[in-house]
Structure formats: structure tokens, C-alpha cells
């Protein structure tokens, strides 16, 4: 599924697929969230990553989506802001950290 699909958004854009989206999810014994570029659907993971961590389900986050589970708890489960802005460097409350070799 396309993890955008279970953001808020596509419950009024795209009604069918939030709920199947939902539905699957639901469904699932255990998750496998992976990685991607980009802003698309990062709201979508963190929503699948808190789910699985309420509902006590095993989830596998590859790439940065270790980041993206910190982002989802802090924002969950503390008083500071966890979306998917804690992605980009210009957040107030950025939540990953830009390796030294990588440049901005």
C-alpha cells in the first residue's frame, strides 16, 4: 500500500483507498515500513509506526525510518511537535541529524 494513503488528507481525497489502506493495515501480523526520499508519505509511516506501537504489533522500519519512529513517539508520546517537518533541518524541533559528510 502507499503509505500516504493512510494520512488524513486522502480520507476526503481519496476515500476508498484510506480505508483499504486502514483495512490492510488492521489486518496486519506484523509490518515492514521502508525507507523513501522525500516528504510523500512520511505522515502516512509515522501513522503506521504508531499504530504498530500501540497496537503491539512487529514492525521493521528500514532506512530512516528508525528517524521517522522518533519523530512519531516524540510526537505521540511527549509535548514537542513530531511531524514530518522534524525531517527538515529548518524544523524548530528537528528529531535526525545530517551526517558530516553530507551536505545541506
Known amino acids: 500500500?502507499?503509505?500516504?494513503?493512510?494520512?488524513e488528507a486522502a480520507k476526503s481525497e481519496r476515500p476508498v483507498k484510506y480505508h483499504e489502506a486502514w483495512q490492510r493495515l488492521c489486518g496486519a501480523d506484523g509490518v515492514i515500513v521502508p525507507g523513501g526520499f522525500g516528504t510523500r508519505g512520511v505522515e502516512g509511516k509515522i501513522l503506521a509506526c504508531n499504530w504498530c506501537r500501540t497496537k503491539d504489533v512487529p514492525f521493521l522500519g528500514l532506512c530512516r525510518l528508525s528517524t521517522v519512529f522518533r519523530i512519531g513517539v516524540r510526537g505521540n508520546v511527549s509535548i514537542a511537535s513530531g511531524n514530518m517537518y522534524g525531517m527538515l533541518i529548518s524544523s524548530p524541533s528537528p528529531q535526525s541529524l545530517m551526517c558530516a559528510s553530507h551536505s545541506v
Open 1 to 7: 500500500m502507499e503509505a500516504d494513503d493512510l494520512e
